[in-house]
């Protein structure tokens, strides 16, 4: 329980940074494997993505996601934990939906997929100041545990899983 309970506290403390430039990262799958690798894996390369009007128009994985899995991630306490803070009617049988954020009801009829996956991304680029964790950046984030320094979130496959479950909510 503790181990979760700092993890949240991890998650929530993000304070809001200058973000710098996004480093153009190779996607992971063709980084290439070094011989005198040190033992803990290196955390996956940040995927390169461009904003543009607001969104950002191209998936991070360059194929659409999995709404299930993505459906997982929502409800789930560890990863996304969007119900914290969100409402979403559809998913009424999971507990302690929060309202620091707006209701996600229709919300794929408010805004285009590629302006959900800048807000998954990033929030901050959107509302410097807002509650809403950067869900796939590794810079500017505050008292983050050692284990998941340099590490994102989500992943840029659960990304757009996510988005793919968000795009059902009309
Ligand atoms: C700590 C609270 C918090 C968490 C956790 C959180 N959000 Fe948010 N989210 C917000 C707030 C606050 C906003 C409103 C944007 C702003 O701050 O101006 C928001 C905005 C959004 C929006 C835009 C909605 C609109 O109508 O403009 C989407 C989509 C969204 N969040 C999805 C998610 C998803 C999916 C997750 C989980 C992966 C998530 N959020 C986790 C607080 C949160």
Redesign the pocket.
Known sequence: MRVAMTTAAAF?ALTVAACAETPAGKPAAVAQATPAAPAAAPPPALVKFEIKNGGIPASLTGKPGDAAAGKK??VGRRL???L???EISTLKNEEFH?N???V?DG?AG??SAAE?RL??VD?TK??PD????P?YRTEGLNRVRKEFVDKTI?SADQIED?LAF?VTLK
Do not use: Q, Y
């Open positions: 929530f991630i929502v996304g934990n969007c914290a803070c969100h929060g620091t954020g707006p996600l919300v408010r805004l959900m807000r998954l929030a959107v509302t807002t509650m809403m964790p869900f989500l996510v968000l």
